[in-house]
Structures are given as structure tokens and as C-alpha cells.
């Protein structure tokens, strides 16, 4: 029963930033890469950041780069997505994810992810 539950979502103001937390179960999470897409009513899904095992390699979308950062605690099973300088265009829900590939970040397709948490960025 693989399990993924993000938090730390919440309203901000334009510049302001969140730390979302993503805790993971029922794998071990040192053995896949993970990973954070959004989703906004309406428009596509987008693929916001993803990190590899083992060597820690980060990919970000351009939209978020220089601004997000993405890490993981294997030990504890947690990934983050530290979000700074926020736009209200980043507004949206926010998932974690495992992707099909297992150990790579570059095919953009999920095998499993978490009900989400809600970012909303506005003055």
C-alpha cells in the first residue's frame, strides 16, 4: 500500500515563500526517484521538479528554476519542495510523485502520487 501525503500548502502573498512536505510509505524510497508536478483547473498538467536516487540530480520546469528548490530524506521517507519568490502563477495543487521510470526524472509519467495540497499565491 504505497502511500504519499503532501502538506504545507497554504495562502501567501507574490514573493513570499512555503516549505510543502511530501511523507511517503509502503516502499522504500532510497530506490526510486520522486518528484513534484502541480495541477490548475482547466490547464495541463505540469511537472514542476523531480530528484533521482542515489545521486541526488535535480530537474526543475524553467518556470520554477532559481526559485524552487527540491531535496529527500530517504532516512525519514520525505521529500520537500521549498518554494521562494512565489508568483501568483505557481497558484495551484501541488503533488508528489514516483515516477514510471523508477530511477530517472525525465519521462513524465506517474506511477503514484498523493491527493495534493493546495497553493495559493495572492495579495
Known amino acids: 500500500q504505497v502511500q504519499l501525503v503532501e502538506s504545507g500548502g497554504g495562502l501567501v502573498q507574490p514573493g513570499g515563500s512555503l516549505r510543502l512536505s511530501c511523507a511517503a510509505s509502503?516502499?522504500?524510497?532510497?530506490?526510486?526517484?520522486i518528484g513534484w508536478f502541480r495541477q490548475t483547473p482547466g490547464k495541463e498538467r505540469e511537472q514542476v521538479s523531480c530528484?533521482?536516487?542515489?545521486?541526488?540530480?535535480?530537474y526543475y520546469n524553467d518556470s520554477v528554476k532559481g526559485r524552487f528548490i527540491i531535496s529527500r530524506d530517504d532516512a525519514e521517507k520525505m521529500a520537500y519542495l521549498q518554494m521562494n519568490n512565489l508568483k501568483p502563477e505557481d497558484t495551484a495543487v501541488y503533488h508528489c510523485?514516483?515516477?514510471?521510470?523508477?530511477?530517472?526524472?525525465?519521462?513524465?509519467?506517474?506511477?503514484?502520487w498523493g491527493q495534493g495540497t493546495q497553493v495559493t499565491v495572492s495579495s
Open positions: 510523485f514516483v515516477p514510471s521510470g523508477r530511477l530517472w526524472c525525465n519521462v513524465h509519467e506517474y506511477d503514484y
Open positions: 509502503g516502499f522504500t524510497m532510497a530506490y526510486v526517484a
Open positions: 530528484i533521482t536516487p542515489n545521486d541526488n540530480r535535480a
